[in-house]
Each structure stands twice: as structure tokens, then as C-alpha cells.
């Protein structure tokens, strides 16, 4: 801990999984805070709206403001307003939260009775995906829309094994499209940038993530130090991260977030 001032920390496989805290990730990051370093939290995860990430922290005795929370939705939303244009509109599969964002980027959202009336196609985790939302996604993306996503990271790690991410459902709709998604998540630079422009004053941060694949790989592309916590996706075996993947090494490999602080 005491060679960086910065953490860019991720949640999911971190601080928790699913509904659960890793054990000992609360107490870490009070101590982190306490002694001063500067955290932003930065997830894949658009799911819920950084004011409820940071109630959900101070639940855990973890106190930051929600400008310390950045996620994919943003990214993804400014990508989305800038391949809409002006007065564009957009075919989101995602929950409320991300819809939000999107609306709030100016663009209308389209019904997905009317798929082809929409100028990009918005990709994230969701639960509610089905084959008809597939449908509407290809017919909006065969009229000429452009597809954005949050990530492709395939999995979500969860109490008990992974489940379906985001990169499961956009490999739906890229493979019957044909079309390629632009990514607001880690690995690419955008979410990276908006955390880091987060805490200027920041001189040495490191990113701490689960996932090789966006959080190491994005993290060293973003010229930072990459720690790899084993408590969430990769874990020692390599978990769903492919060979590719997997040649991509960090700079620090620790068990969990509490190992770091130690
Ligand atoms: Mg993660």
C-alpha cells in the first residue's frame, strides 16, 4: 500500500461478490482512506448509480463521496451520444440505471417494438435479455445503427461460481450482426481517464482488479501499476480468462484487498 497515493479499485470480485463483502475488503479500503490514499472505485458494472454504490460502501464503514465511483454507464452513454449524434436515439439493452445515463446524454430511447427507428444499440448486463431483445438489437443494428457496449468481460464472478456477463450477451449480438461494439468499460482508455481525472493530485496510483482481461490488460495500457487480487474471477486457476488473456501479467498478485493493506 505504502508504495502508491492512488488505488483506481474495482467491485465486483474485490470489494464483493454479489450481495457479499469479500471478508476483510471493508476494512482495507477504511484503512486505505484513513492513511490518506486517494481511491475512486471504477466498475463494468452500471447496474446501479454511483450514489447507490457509495451508500452501499458506507453500509461497510467505507466513506466516499459518489465522485469517487465511476462506472462503465458513463462511458458507454458519452460513446452512445457520440455515435447518435444530435438528436439521436438509442436501443438499450440494460437496466434503469443505464438508461438514465443515456437519456441524460440527450438521446431518446426507442422502443423495442420499433428497433429500427434507433441510431446505436446500447449493450450491457442485463437479466431481463431474451431472444426477442436479441431481434431487436440485429434489426436496429442491420438498419444501420451502431453498437456501443459496457464491456466484454464474459463473466460476472458471484457467490458460488460466475454467471453470464456482459460479454456473453454482446457475443449474441455481435455474431448475428456482424457488427463490432465499441467499449466504454475497462480495458479500453475512457473509464480509466474519467477515474483518473477523478484525483489529479494523485502522483503514483495503481489499479486493483479481478479480471486480466480489462482490469490488468486496461490498466497497464493506461500506464498505470497493476495489482491482481485472486478473490474474484481469475483466482488461481485462470477461472473464465482465456490464454490471451492470462499473458498479460501484473505488477502485483495478492490474495485480496485486505493482503494489500497487511
Ligand atoms: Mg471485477
Known amino acids: 500500500m505504502d508504495a502508491y497515493d492512488g488505488f483506481l479499485v474495482d467491485f465486483d470480485g474485490v470489494v464483493w461478490l454479489g450481495r457479499e463483502p469479500v471478508p476483510g475488503s471493508p476494512e482495507a479500503l477504511a484503512t486505505m482512506l484513513a492513511a490518506g490514499k486517494e481511491v475512486v472505485f471504477v466498475t463494468n458494472n452500471p447496474t446501479k448509480r454511483p450514489a447507490e454504490y457509495a451508500e452501499r460502501l458506507r453500509g461497510m464503514g467505507v466513506e466516499v463521496g459518489p465522485e469517487r465511483i465511476v462506472t462503465a454507464g458513463i462511458t458507454v452513454a458519452r460513446l452512445a451520444a457520440e455515435a447518435a449524434g444530435p438528436g439521436g436515439s438509442a436501443l438499450v439493452l440494460g437496466f434503469e440505471p443505464l438508461r438514465e445515463l443515456i437519456a441524460g446524454e440527450g438521446l431518446r430511447l426507442v422502443d423495442f417494438e420499433a428497433p429500427t ?142 493482503a494489500l493493506v497487511a
Open 117 to 258: 427507428e434507433a441510431d446505436v444499440v446500447v449493450v450491457s448486463g442485463w437479466r431481463e435479455f431474451s431472444y426477442m431483445s436479441l431481434l431487436a438489437a440485429k434489426q436496429a443494428l442491420d438498419a444501420g445503427a451502431a453498437l456501443v457496449a459496457t464491456s466484454h468481460d464474459p463473466t460476472m464472478p458471484m457467490p458460488g461460481g460466475e454467471w453470464p456477463g456482459t460479454g456473453a450477451i454482446l457475443a449474441a449480438v455481435e455474431i448475428c450482426s456482424g457488427k463490432v461494439a465499441e467499449i466504454g468499460g475497462k480495458p479500453e482508455r475512457h473509464l480509466f481517464e474519467l477515474a483518473l481525472s477523478r484525483i489529479p493530485a494523485a502522483k503514483r496510483v495503481a489499479m486493483v482488479g479481478d479480471r486480466i482481461s480489462s482490469d490488468i490488460a486496461g490498466g497497464h495500457a493506461a500506464g498505470l501499476d497493476t495489482i491482481l487480487v485472486l478473490s474474484g474471477t481469475t483466482g488461481s486457476d485462470g477461472g473464465s480468462e482465456d490464454q490471451a488473456a492470462m499473458a498479460v501479467k501484473p505488477d502485483l498478485t495478492v490474495a485480496n484487498l485486505a
